[in-house]
């Protein structure tokens, strides 16, 4: 009980902070839009994704320390811990140079990245000396002491944190832009507050615990654990950025900012529900890894079921508010004349409900620890989608981008990681689950037909049209989940689980 206790209290908090950093930049963007131009916002969104490009100095040991700190957190092994936390430190210390030299590397082929509309005012290399020496300081300053929160699942903590110190960003951002139009003081208010929120998470770590500190030598026994994790990880590190990054990078370099500008508007709404699902799962992650460690292995395929089931529910929901209300939320944010076609806003459907599988799916791998038995995989699937990215481009556009995700996911990633999954951690045939998972996408595909049929024949525009669309959009799917499924072992769990909750409050 006390790991559902947790994750519900880090989901709750999570949503709060997943509310902010959709809500907020959506504001952000309609003021940078107005203030400064669309190409600063393709700009915005360049830059984010050579971030990403230069957090590949990481090589996914932050992951690799979390997982090992759940043993010793559950046997309140101090002095492990406290080895661990000192491991990291010297690492993090390191993969801030790491990001220095491969930044500086990096400096010949910046102009190669934009195709041919940078804003005038703007001096590229100026732009990323800041973007470099902000990325370097945050892996060198205090962010490695936030591993002891996630491996207590306190991450509630963090969001606490995040919540406050975004308030501040944005508060700040929106009255410099006001002010003095100014994209490089945007910019450097962002990374002040960055330091800023690292400082206050250093703080927190030190008050819940003040016996945890980076000192002593890890067993070689452990460190090899360690590091053999982290060959893992260095694979799905790459690929992520491959995978997420890539995209950006083309449509800058080969269609230029404006249609990335465009793109990236429909695709920061994806960004923000995805946001939210992977609040719910990552609230859970280090509850299901203390499951895995110390329950059988059919109560833990139980409950990867359940919320294969409860996870469909909510991907569906969103799938058909995505379809219905995309197009006439855009008209009204950014005007019909920045509108993509609906045949784009169907592959975007596609890709979130595909995604959302695949984010369920490595939530189990990582929570298992499976890095190094699952390492070639998203190495495989992020090459297939860079090569797609790369022959589609030139052939139909913005199309090719998404579809070439869609496809690597879908057709390479998703088979190999459920064949993983199921050959190494439950131990039984991908058969099974694939017919119910067959029931659910099934559901989800009339509903959209239903919904879109619906909405489409209705007048969606203005605000009110908007809601009175998005309440049919949610309506219809989860009246279909509860009476097809209304018998299903998962939802008479979850209906049971909710009312225990309910009456639990109200004994309270």
Known sequence: ????????????????????????????????????????????????????????????????????????????????????????????ALIGLVILLLGAAMIPVLPKLVSNDVPPDINI????????????????????????????????????INLVTMTVQFALQIVFLLLFKNYYIYIFTQFAVQIINQVAVYLSVKKYYPEIKPEGK???????????KVKGLIFGKISGIILHASDTIVISMFLGLTSLAVYQNYFFL????????????SGS???????????????????????TFLVSWLVCVCTNCFLALFQPFMKIWMGEDRLLPMSMVVLFCL??????????????????GLWYEDRFRPLVTSLVNLFLNLYFVNHIGLYGIIASTVISILFVGMPWLLHNLFHMLF???????????????AVTLASCVITFSVTNRMNCGGIIGLFLCAAIAVCIPSCMYIIIFRKNEHFQNIMDFAKKLVLKKDGD
């Open 1 to 92: 009980m006390s790991r559902i206790q947790n994750a519900i209290t880090n989901t709750f908090f999570g949503f709060l902070v997943k509310i902010y950093q959709a809500f907020l930049p959506f504001i952000m963007r309609t003021v940078m839009l107005h203030t400064l131009g669309i190409g600063y916002l393709g700009l915005n969104g360049l830059f984010a994704s050579v971030l990403q490009v230069l957090s590949i100095g990481d090589l996914g040991i932050s992951g690799a320390i979390v997982y090992s700190m759940y043993e010793p957190v559950a046997k309140k092994d101090t002095k492990k811990l406290c080895a661990l936390l000192r491991l990291y430190r010297m690492l993090y």
């Open 218 to 228: 890890i067993e070689s026994q452990m460190m090899k654990a360690v590091f053999h």
């Open 351 to 368: 890709y979130f409900f595909i995604y959302e599988y695949n984010q369920l799916f490595n939530l189990y791998k990582d929570a298992a």
């Open 125 to 160: 290399y100026i732009l990323y000396a800041m973007y470099l020496v902000s990325t370097a300081l945050s892996y060198s300053v205090f962010s490695y002491r936030s591993s002891l929160l996630e491996a207590y699942q306190r991450n509630y903590v963090i969001s606490k």
């Open 285 to 307: 992650m280090a509850g299901i890894g203390n499951s895995l460690v110390t329950e059988p292995i059919e109560k833990n395929y139980h409950d990867f079921k359940k919320l």
């Open 270 to 281: 994806i960004t923000a529900i995805v946001g939210f699902v992977s609040t719910m799962m």
């Open 427 to 441: 131990q039984r045939k991908v058969s099974e689950y694939l017919k119910e998972l067959a029931k659910y996408i």
